[in-house]
Structure formats: structure tokens, C-alpha cells
């Protein structure tokens, strides 16, 4: 088993739906991270959060502690959000190390 | 818009030839990772700097693979000799603290050796 399992590893979507991405972890995590990386290959760091919700325009990142799960919503989905999206942890004890989910295939169609 | 530059953005060799990627990180940034990111790995770190020192290259090949700091201007991943496993997308990126600090990317150097 995975540390960062995300699902689902691939979505389909219609223009202004609504998007959830989930990533489960298996350790102590001092932070969360969820990138974007479009079909280019360049890689964005969207959030970094280590607790409660964080907002960035139609983008919402939560993360649950306790549960060790974390959430992003794409609210009023456009097709240039059709990308790859990946959770990455850092660990508590693994300094900078970050361990990587396999990562999402986001395609929105207008 | 300050960002990460890596050099160069594409990079085809020969098996047995010395491959040298550079990567200038953020001003300001004391944190430098290197990551190589494949089909069937995915994204792995391969080592990362703090003040220019080395903090963890564990998952990098110490046979083949070097990476360097030689100012804070600067960092370097080396691979000689190269071979075709090496294929793959290298980035770069780098933060202000570490681990609590946003990371930024550079455009990454896509390697083919062949």
C-alpha cells in the first residue's frame, strides 16, 4: 500500500461542474501539498496546508488530521483546468522528503 | 515574476555521455531539491540542498549521479556515465524554509539517453 493514495486516478468532467480529488496518507505528515501539472510538464504548487481549509480563487483545499485525508474542489470547472493533480506529503519525521500520490487526470470538456 | 531556471529544457544523448543539468532557484530561496519524475515512478526526490548543503541524496545513484551546490546561485545534477534508464524529466525546485514553505518548480530538463 501507497503512503498518498489519491483518487480517483483519472476524471472526466463537463464544463462547470464541480470537482472533488481525494488523498488518504498513512503517516504523520507535517504539511500537505497538491500540485498541478499541466500537459506542458511544468509543475505549480497550488496549497500547502497542515490544517483546516485553505481558498485560492475557484480552487478549495481541506485536510483532516485525524482522519488523514485532504480534499481539493475545483468549483465552476473550465477546461483549462484539465491537468494532472498530485497530493504529496511531507512527513514528520522525513524533513523535506516529500512522497508523492500517483496523481489525478483532470480533463474538462466544454 | 520571480521563478526556478533549468537548463537545459531538452536533452538527448548517448549512453556513456557525461550529462550535466543546471537549475538557477529563487533568489532568496535556501531550500533546492532535485526530482526525477518517470511514467512508471512517478515524481522522486533524488536529493536536496539547505544553505547550499547537502541534506539527503539517498535517493539518487551515488555511482553515476552527482549533485552539487557551488553557490547559491546555482545547483547542479550530474550523471556520468548516463544510460537509458536515465531517461525521464528532471525538475528542479526550491523554497524559502523547507518543508513549511510553498515549493517552486522549474520547467524541467527532459532527458533521453539513448
Known amino acids: 500500500k501507497n503512503e498518498v493514495e489519491q483518487s480517483p486516478q483519472n476524471l472526466t468532467a463537463q464544463e462547470g461542474e464541480f470537482i472533488t480529488i481525494n488523498c488518504s496518507y498513512s503517516?504523520?505528515?507535517?504539511?500537505l501539498h497538491w500540485l498541478q501539472q499541466h500537459p506542458g510538464g511544468g509543475i505549480v504548487s497550488l496549497f500547502m496546508?497542515?490544517?483546516g481549509k485553505k481558498k485560492h480563487g475557484r480552487l478549495i483545499a481541506t485536510i483532516n488530521i485525524q482522519e488523514k485525508h485532504s480534499s481539493l474542489h475545483i468549483t465552476a470547472s473550465h477546461p483549462r483546468d484539465s491537468a494532472v493533480y498530485i497530493c504529496?506529503?511531507?512527513?514528520?519525521?522525513?524533513?523535506?522528503?516529500?512522497?508523492f500520490g500517483e496523481g489525478t487526470q483532470l480533463t474538462v470538456n466544454p | 515574476d520571480a521563478r526556478v531556471t533549468q537548463t537545459p529544457r531538452h536533452k538527448v544523448t548517448e549512453m556513456g555521455q557525461e550529462v550535466t543539468m543546471r537549475c538557477q532557484p529563487i533568489?532568496?530561496?535556501?531550500?533546492v531539491f532535485w526530482y526525477r519524475q518517470t511514467m512508471m515512478q512517478g515524481l522522486e526526490l533524488l536529493a536536496y540542498?539547505?544553505?547550499?548543503?547537502?541534506?539527503?541524496d539517498s535517493g539518487m545513484p551515488k555511482d553515476r549521479f552527482s549533485a552539487e551546490m557551488p553557490d547559491a546561485t546555482l545547483a547542479t545534477l550530474k550523471i556520468q556515465p548516463s544510460e537509458p534508464r536515465d531517461s525521464a524529466v528532471y525538475f528542479c525546485?526550491?523554497?524559502?524554509?523547507?518543508?513549511?514553505?510553498?515549493?517552486?518548480f522549474g520547467n524541467g530538463t527532459r532527458l533521453t539517453v539513448t
Open positions: 525546485a526550491s523554497s524559502e524554509q523547507g518543508q513549511s514553505s510553498p515549493l517552486h
Open positions: 503517516v504523520g505528515i507535517s504539511a
Open positions: 496546508l497542515s490544517s
Open positions: 504529496a506529503v511531507s512527513g514528520e519525521t522525513s524533513g523535506s522528503r516529500l512522497t
Open positions: 533568489l532568496g530561496h535556501n531550500t
Open positions: 540542498f539547505r544553505n547550499r548543503a547537502p541534506l539527503d
